[in-house]
Structure formats: structure tokens, C-alpha cells
């Protein structure tokens, strides 16, 4: 008894001092600092990765940091953990925090001009990361768009079930009604294609109408969730859960009987528009007004009629609309989802927005956070690397995913990274030593 | 006339008849109180006018436009503020933003400026956040702006409640028991707190108390409601002596 509590007294303390070590090394390392380090390693990859992988016997560079290795080849698991510390884990925390001076003068510089060149900075970096990383391999490019993709729909979801808490089941509805939207809007005037015959407009012209087609697609998911906001809004509690998850099967039974949509075959054919630098700057362009409106006093009605809708009322809160205005907000996001999806995997059936779907979608909300753009961004990344693990496991995967979301419910009813607040320009800032920053911490 | 007058209103739930022919007529500045003992109708009478229920009969005219039938953020941007008896505060929010949020009626930047973060909505956030700043000030829990409200102790909560129907910039002001389970000593900041803030705003305050000592203190113009019905009205004076209300309410004995 007295030996345990001992191991575990210091095993406590080794971890309390590990952690005070981290802290104490990487607390002045800015986000730019992290960003050049990881630079490095990619690099460092996309010259040494495949010859390193090979030694490590290996036979190709793992290309979701061994995530997929581990079901699939258990034995592979030594080779991979070495690879990812020799090309990841020791270049980044070394170099990070060697150059953490130099990047806070940088960021303290940037700092000086407009918000929006840091924010460039930041994100062009960012995206050299992505794009050299997925560089490597067409799975990673997939992975990392599908990703990015969850995250937009993730984060739409989040405003109705964590920030508004309602409870929708809609958003694979909305999904495709975006995806049929646009890729039948890209299809028709770009595509030479046998059902709609001859492109309407130079297939030149493509790329440059696709936030067009994207947009439509957000619009017409809107118009979609009007019909389910209408009565829904009416009164409160599950009346949203039930009316969303009966449209979510209309809109599903809808695509398969609809024959100039390909039916249940679906529809193909999708000019190859998403690149990865496309879904990367819609999702950007997602998480920065999602999060600018959800910050906002008119975002803050949403936390309010979720809380105590009579005291919003009498606040002066159009509750009503404050409800309608964020379930389209949210059903146009779906949307535009749908659409990216649509040209990323360049296939649709109305099998692809079900039931696994809406599971898969809810998951990432409740995995990551209600009320929370971080938790958002890491329930969707985080699943979408899991899911990719359970791969092997084929049709048990969807087992294991709705046991978790239960587990999640049970143990952390609110999610990982759940009432947070987003800062990016406070995640852009140098963490510098003098007191200076304590200071601006604290006003 | 009057700024906020209530002409013959009645109000049935089902078969059972809650507020039956009541009358008011709140001057600009004026305090006025509503006593009565339990389920006489007091808060009924509130939500009555301040739009959660449409009385059946009778008319509610605020600054010489009726407002029956409207909603009930309506009414409140119209100028009718209020507090709640059990507290009803956002438990997720902030003090500030609660204060922030009870704006929402008079914010012009749209969404367009909640989406894409325009210079106009930093003006006006900037500018509402100075005026909520001003008003915790008013009520003394300027040092708690930032705390999430379900951490503060309960007298604080309530002056959450008070600067949030403040922020709506009422012409009357509905108190709804503002010293409920306080105890003595917060009772006393409470009442400090209403004088102070009717000192410098100066409008109409319309309270419910069961607690004699805050009516008397505070209102010009008392109402004793008894099972939905006025049984009495005039100073702390004529209420006190008013024999109707020492049976029906006060009990046998003179308290006061």
C-alpha cells in the first residue's frame, strides 16, 4: 500500500515537473515560431523522408503521422514512431524553440502594421506547411482536404447545436443540397459531359466561377433550412431534432428519385476545382466570419436564447430571428461544405449525406466542443484522423464511432475544448519575457 | 397622461382569473410600488405588461402608444426594463456581455459587420462597451466585467440583473423583488444602489417587494394587489393605515 502510493506520488511529481519544464521552455516560443520549425521538418521530409522510410524498413513515408499503420501493420509501429521522431518531433521542438527569439522580434514587427498582414503571414506559412506536406503523397492531399472540409461543416454545426443550443440533424441535408447544387451548376456550364451534352461556357472560365457555384450551393442549403426553421422555430425543445432528421431523409429520398441528378447512381463527372488551396482559403474564410460573428453582441444572442430565452426576450433580443438568422448562417456553410466535397471527391450519390453522416458530423461537434471554434477545428481534424485509423476495420468502424460519441457524452457531456473563445490576433502575438505582455494580458 | 398607463386590464388563465380590472398610471420619475401576499398576481401583472402574456381585456399604452399585443423584445426596446424574480441570468456569459447584450436592439452594424468584422462594428462594439463599462460602474461590479456570471456570490448576480435592464435604456424600470433571499446587509446596498441609480438616471421605477421596509422607503405611490384585484392605493403613509391592507396583507398587528 505505502510502496504504491509511493510510485505514485513520484510519478505524479515526474509528471508535475515535466510539465513545469515544458511550460517553463516553451511558454515565450509565438505561433511563428512553430510555424518555421514545422517548415523545416516538412522539408526535411520531402528530401530525406522516403530514403529514411526505407531504412526504417518502413517501405513508404507514413503518411498520416502512422496513424493508418497502426491497425493495419502493428509491426511497422517501432519503425513509424522512430521516423516521426527523427523527422517531426525533435527537429520541431528543438528548432522551435531556437528560433523563438528571432520569431518574436518578427511577430513584434509584424505586429506593427495592419492585422490583416500578420494574418497573411501566418496563413501563407501555414499553407506552405499543407501544401509541401501533402505534397509528399495524394492521400495526404485527399486527407487533408476532407479534413479541412469537416471543419467547415463541423463549425456550421456548432452554431446551431453548441452556440444556439438547438439540436439539428440536418446538416447532411444540407450538405446535399449544396454538393447537388454546385456540382450541377459546374457540370452544366463547364463539363462536357454526356447527360447535359456540350459546356454552356468556356470550361476556361471554370475555376474562376467555382466560389459562384459554392455560394449558390450555401444559398440554396439556406433556402433548404428555411423550410425547417419555419415550423421548428415556432417553439422550442425537440421539435428542431425531430423535424431536422425527417428533411434530412426527405432531401436524401428526394436526390434518389430525382433522375436528372443521376438518381441513386449519383452524380460524377465534377471538374477537379478544390485543390487544396482552394478548400484551404474557404475554410479560412469560414472559421474567420463564423468566428467573427459568434463573437459579435448580435453572435452573443445566440448564447443568450440558448441560456434563457425569456431574459433574451426581455433584453430586447429578437429571438426569433436571431434563431433563423444562424440556422441558415449555418445551413449556408453546410452548404458550401457539400459543394467543396462534391468537387473533391468528384462524386456524389445521395447514399453520401445518410444517417453515417449525420454521425460522423455530430461526432466532430461533440468530440471537439460546443461553443468553440478550437474545439470545432480539433473534434474535425481529430476525428478525421481517427476515422482514417479505423479504416482497416472497414464496416466496424462505424461501430467504434458511435461508441465513442457515446463515451464522449457520458464523461465530457460538453466536449475536449468546450466555452472558449477564439482570438486569432492573440494567437498571432509574440510571447515575449518582459513584463509588457503580462501586462496587455491582463487589460 | 401619464408615461406608462394600464387601463382596465384582465386576465384569465384558462377559467381561473388572475388580474381582474387593473389600473396604472406611472408618471415620468415617479417610484411606485406593487405589494400583496403570495399569488396575489404581482408578477402576472409584470409580464403582462411587459408583453410575455397578452392580457384579455384592457389597454397598455406606453408614451401615448399602445403596446398590448406586442412582443415582448419589442416592448423592451420600446423602453420598458426589467428584472426577474428568480434570477435569469446567461449562465455561460460574462457580466459585461450581458450588459453588452441587452444593446442588441439599438446595434446598427447588421450583419453584414457581425460577419466580416467592419470598422463600423468596432466603433460601435468599442462604444456600447464603454456605455456597459459606465453602467457596472453605476451598480459598483465595474471589477467583475469579466467574470462568468455563475461564478459571482448572489447579491452580485443581482446587480448583473439590475445594470442588464439598465442597458436597455428603460423609461420605466420593472423591479421585480429586487431584494429577494438577500440578506440584511445586502438588502441595505440594494436599496443604496436603486436610489442611487434613480438619482442619476432618473426614470420611472415600477417594483414588486414583499419586504415592507424597501416599499416604504423607496416608493412615492404604492398598489396592494390581492387576489388580482387593487385593493388600495396611495403614499406609504395611507398604505400603512389603509385598515383593507393591514387585514388582507400586514395581518392584525401594525408591523411598521
Not at chain 2, 438588502?187 to 444602489?193: A, G, K, P, S
Request: some cysteine.
Amino acid at each position: 500500500m505505502g510502496v504504491t502510493s509511493d510510485v505514485i506520488r513520484t510519478n505524479q511529481n515526474i509528471w508535475t515537473r515535466a510539465r513545469g519544464w515544458l511550460r517553463a521552455t516553451y511558454a515565450h516560443v509565438p505561433l511563428l515560431a512553430w510555424l518555421f520549425a514545422s517548415l523545416f521538418s516538412v522539408l526535411l521530409e520531402t528530401f530525406v523522408g522516403i530514403p529514411l522510410a526505407r531504412a526504417l524498413g518502413l517501405g513508404k513515408i507514413p503518411a498520416l503521422f502512422g496513424v493508418v499503420l497502426a491497425l493495419d501493420k502493428p509491426a511497422l509501429i517501432p519503425g513509424a514512431f522512430l521516423y516521426l521522431l527523427v523527422i517531426y518531433a525533435l527537429p520541431i521542438s528543438i528548432l522551435a524553440r531556437l528560433v523563438a527569439g528571432i520569431a518574436n522580434r518578427l511577430a513584434a514587427w509584424l505586429m506593427t502594421f495592419p492585422v490583416i498582414v500578420t494574418a497573411i503571414v501566418h496563413l501563407g506559412l501555414l499553407y506552405a506547411n499543407l501544401s509541401l506536406w501533402a505534397e509528399l503523397s495524394d492521400y495526404r492531399d485527399l486527407v487533408a482536404r476532407l479534413a479541412m472540409i469537416a471543419i467547415i461543416v463541423t463549425l456550421s454545426l456548432n452554431v446551431v447545436n453548441g452556440y444556439m443550443g438547438e439540436f439539428s440533424c440536418s446538416h447532411p441535408g444540407f450538405m446535399a443540397l449544396g454538393a447537388y447544387a454546385a456540382s450541377f451548376f459546374t457540370i452544366v456550364l463547364f463539363v462536357d459531359e454526356n447527360r447535359f451534352g456540350a459546356p454552356l461556357l468556356p470550361p476556361g472560365w471554370g475555376p474562376f466561377m467555382f466560389p459562384i457555384s459554392l455560394i449558390l450551393g450555401g444559398i440554396v442549403a439556406a433556402l433548404g433550412a428555411l423550410l425547417v426553421a419555419i415550423p421548428s422555430f415556432r417553439t422550442r425543445g425537440d421539435y428542431l431534432a425531430i423535424i431536422s432528421l425527417a428533411f434530412m431523409f426527405i432531401i436524401k429520398s428526394l436526390f434518389e428519385n430525382l433522375e436528372v441528378f443521376g438518381g441513386a447512381r449519383g452524380l460524377s463527372n465534377q471538374p477537379n476545382y478544390a485543390s487544396l488551396l482552394v478548400v484551404f482559403i474557404w475554410t479560412i474564410l469560414s472559421i474567420w466570419i463564423i468566428n467573427n460573428f459568434v463573437r459579435s453582441t448580435l453572435g452573443k444572442a445566440l448564447n443568450a436564447v440558448r441560456d434563457g430565452e425569456l431574459a433574451a426576450s426581455a433584453m430586447t433580443v429578437d429571438t426569433r430571428r436571431t434563431k433563423m438568422t444562424a440556422f441558415l448562417f449555418a445551413a449556408f456553410w453546410a452548404g458550401v461544405g457539400g459543394g467543396l466535397l462534391a468537387h473533391v471527391i468528384r462524386y456524389i450519390n445521395p447514399d453520401t449525406f445518410g444517417i453515417r453522416k449525420l454521425a460522423e458530423v455530430l461526432a466532430m461537434v461533440y468530440l471537439g466542443g460546443l461553443n468553440s471554434v478550437t474545439g470545432s477545428i480539433v473534434g474535425a481534424v481529430g476525428l478525421s484522423l481517427i476515422g482514417e485509423a479505423l479504416r482497416p476495420l472497414e464496416i466496424y468502424k462505424w461501430i467504434i464511432i458511435p461508441i465513442m460519441l457515446i463515451l464522449i457524452m457520458i464523461f465530457r457531456p460538453t466536449g475536449l475544448v468546450a466555452f472558449t473563445e477564439f482570438d486569432p490576433v492573440s494567437l498571432f502575438r509574440p510571447r515575449m519575457e518582459n513584463r509588457k505582455e503580462v501586462d496587455h494580458g491582463a487589460a | 397622461m401619464a408615461l406608462l398607463e394600464v387601463r382596465n386590464m384582465t386576465h384569465y388563465f384558462g377559467g381561473l382569473r388572475a388580474v381582474h380590472d387593473y389600473n396604472l398610471a406611472v408618471e415620468p420619475g415617479q417610484v411606485r410600488g406593487l405589494i400583496g401576499p403570495n399569488g396575489a398576481g404581482k408578477t402576472t401583472v409584470f409580464n403582462l405588461i411587459t408583453g410575455i402574456y397578452t392580457p384579455t381585456e384592457g389597454e397598455i399604452i406606453l408614451d401615448g402608444e399602445s403596446i398590448k399585443g406586442l412582443a415582448p423584445n419589442v416592448i423592451a426596446s420600446r423602453g420598458l426594463g426589467r428584472t426577474f424574480q428568480n434570477l435569469r441570468l446567461w449562465r455561460h456569459m460574462t457580466v459585461l456581455e450581458h450588459v453588452k447584450l441587452a444593446r442588441y436592439s439599438k446595434i446598427k452594424y447588421g450583419l453584414p459587420g457581425a460577419f466580416f468584422g467592419t470598422p463600423a462594428r468596432v466603433r460601435e462594439e468599442a462604444a456600447i462597451e464603454r456605455v456597459a463599462l459606465e453602467l457596472l460602474d453605476l451598480v459598483s461590479i465595474g471589477h467583475l466585467a469579466n467574470q462568468i456570471v455563475s461564478n459571482l456570490p448572489y447579491g452580485a448576480q443581482r446587480r448583473v440583473e439590475l445594470a442588464r435592464a439598465l442597458s436597455t435604456e428603460p423609461k420605466v424600470l420593472f423591479l421585480d423583488e429586487p431584494t429577494a433571499g438577500m440578506n440584511p446587509e445586502e438588502l441595505v446596498q440594494m436599496m443604496d444602489i436603486i436610489r442611487h441609480v434613480h438619482a442619476e438616471i432618473g426614470m420611472a421605477i415600477f417594483l414588486i417587494e414583499h419586504r415592507m421596509k424597501v416599499v416604504m422607503d423607496l416608493c412615492q405611490v404604492i398598489q396592494t394587489l390581492v387576489f388580482g384585484e387593487v385593493i388600495a392605493e396611495g403614499t406609504p403613509d395611507e398604505i400603512r393605515s389603509n385598515p383593507a391592507v393591514i387585514d388582507a396583507y400586514l395581518g392584525k398587528e401594525v408591523v411598521i
